[in-house]
């Protein structure tokens, strides 16, 4: 049986964790150890990013992430505009092996609307 692409949202959610902005905020604040990666587009990533941030455009993924994190038990978050985009390319992680990746919740949306801080280009 087919799947439509919410399903597929759907299923990815299930396996994967979602962390808030709230919580993500703590960690950049404590500095972690984590890999934050926006998978947004370019004209996106233009409108600002989270602090410390590194883009690979969600269509790249696969082929770029073992370049940029090689440590697959490195902490990854990871974001796209709205937390859909980011479900998926955090279950992709795992799939890949790296099984501390997760998605952050309502995305780059959700983390401005929170009032937290932007990088601005």
Known sequence: MAKSGMDMVSEARGRIDEIGAGEMR??????????????????????GTLPGAQWIPRGFLELKIEGLEPRREREIVVYCAG?????????TLRQMGYQKARSLAGGFKGWIGGGHP????
Do not use: F, H, N
Not at 26 to 45: I, N, S, T
């Open 26 to 47: 703590r960690l950049l604040e404590e500095r972690a150890d984590v890999l934050v990666l926006d998978v947004r587009e370019g004209d996106e990533v233009a409108a």
């Open 118 to 121: 932007v990088r601005r280009p």
């Open 83 to 91: 937390g859909v985009r980011s479900a998926l390319a955090a279950d």
